[in-house]
């Protein structure tokens, strides 16, 4: 006897359509919806179409490129897929599912690969980053791929696992493009476990930087760690763990666009990477941050870099760097203007010198605007001289003249024939803040 509707005929599998991968929301489990639906009797599909459809669902599938939750759909022809339960959200998350034509094979095998957790490339990143952990000590034992069970959250299976001086610690292999939602939704969930997830690249981005690394280098301050063979063994060397970083730093520049002769500073970012120790790196699971600097803090010291110098030439109102300053140090009383001036200059001194270049001045030598502070505002000589210490910048190196036997006097305590005045203690605070150690 044929039924009308047999609930254990298995379901098939609409040709288009589709969502076509979709996470199944208890094993985590990553399904290719046409190689699934025929694993399924049809009896089951239509008792799950119904749950999936509640709002609020408490465990969604989801479209494993954007995350959002799926429903399931019936085709005329009998045949079953999955379509985003709100196609608006999904088109604002860029999802690949949407244009049913859109994905090539490469973008298939990338997310078969995702799902699947596997491929050379990411085995041999996971091992890197094992060795790096094992080799330093203040880590637990890294634990690889071991399943991370939560009370009432589901669970993960973490690349690598382990804990700092006992705060949790998980590094995730970024060998290809993993999917912005599949990061996001992973950040969320150690988060919430009060863990810190790092991501970890095993190259750099080529100059077409994807969105996605563009995201994760954005959210962890213009920073991004990577590893490869030799990285590996200076941490097994050392005996502490150590990766590769790439960074870009906010940093002034001399603004080329001056033509008045006067040089001025300019917001720009500079390429740092180089071996960084763990240890070195402020961690911050709430943030989600593994950093070296605060990019917003640079940022900011920047802009004040900038308009110490726009002021020394005259090219903005001394009042705009007194505001400036009393915002950095949240002073309410105002600062008198030969204060704000000999702090610009000090300032101008310090970068001229880092620079070797005249800044916000006509002077064509930079060690004049280093004159310019000890003949003019003796009070903030003091500050000069340890400063460029502290930054290990050496004037000498370039020019000789008047400028080390100033500092010699300076050290014997002497100044223009008498003794120095007390350095101005109203700038300590700021010169700590606009150049830390
Ligand atoms: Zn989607």
Redesign the pocket.
């Known amino acids: 006897m044929t039924l009308a509707f047999d609930p254990n005929r298995p379901a098939t599998a609409t040709n288009d359509l589709q ?1 076509e991968y979709v996470r199944h929301p208890i094993s985590g489990k990553v399904l290719e919806s046409r190689r699934w639906f025929p694993t399924q009797a049809e009896g089951q599909l239509h008792a799950l179409r119904p749950s999936l459809r509640q709002s609020g669902a408490a465990q969604p599938f989801t ?6 939750p ?1 429903i399931l759909k019936k085709h005329a022809h009998g045949g079953h897929y999955f379509a ?1 339960k709100d196609k608006t959200a ?1 088109r604002q ?1 860029n ?4 244009e049913k034509s859109s994905l090539s094979l490469e973008d298939i095998d990338r997310l078969r690969y995702q799902g699947q957790r596997e491929g050379p490339r990411h085995r041999q990143t996971k091992e890197w980053i094992r060795r790096i952990v094992a080799a330093d000590a203040r880590f637990s034992k890294p634990e690889v791929e071991t399943i991370w069970r939560t009370f009432d959250d589901g669970w993960r299976k973490p690349d690598v696992a382990t804990s700092w001086h006992g705060f949790p610690v998980v590094f995730e292999a970024q060998v290809s493009n993993t999917y912005p ?1 599949i990061v996001a939704e992973r950040t969320d969930f150690y988060r919430r476990q009060g863990a810190l997830l790092i991501w970890i690249f095993d190259q750099l981005p080529d100059q077409h930087w994807r969105t996605l690394h563009a995201d994760i280098f954005c959210a962890n301050h213009q920073q991004l760690f990577l590893v490869d063979e030799a990285c590996a063994c200076a941490a097994e060397e050392n005996g502490s763990a150590i990766f590769r970083s790439y960074r870009l730093r906010p940093e002034v520049v001399v603004d080329p666009a001056s033509g008045d002769g006067y040089t001025c500073l300019t917001a720009a970012h500079v390429e740092e990477q180089g071996l960084v120790e763990f240890s070195q790196l402020q961690l911050d699971a709430s943030a989600q941050t593994a950093k070296q600097f605060d990019v917003n803090d640079e940022q900011r010291r920047v802009m004040h870099k900038v308009l110490c110098s726009r002021v020394q030439a005259s090219k903005t109102n001394w009042q705009e760097l007194e505001v400036d300053i009393r915002n950095i140090i949240q002073r309410k009383a105002s600062i008198p203007y030969a204060t704000v001036m000999s702090w610009a200059s000090l300032v101008c001194a310090i970068e001229s010198a880092r620079f070797w270049q005249p800044i916000g001045t006509r002077y064509s030598n930079p060690v004049s605007v280093l004159n310019l502070v000890h003949d003019s505002s003796p009070t903030f000589f003091a500050h000069l001289v340890h400063t460029l210490q502290r930054l290990h910048v050496d004037p000498t190196e370039h020019h000789g003249g008047a400028w080390p036997k100033r500092v010699a006097d300076f050290h014997a305590g002497r100044y223009k024939g008498g003794s120095l005045p007390e350095p101005h203690e109203g700038s300590i605070a700021l010169l700590a803040w606009l150049y830390p150690n």
Do not use: P
């Open positions: 969502v479209c494993f490129s954007c995350g959002h799926v985003h999904a998350a999802c690949v599912f949407l939602a």
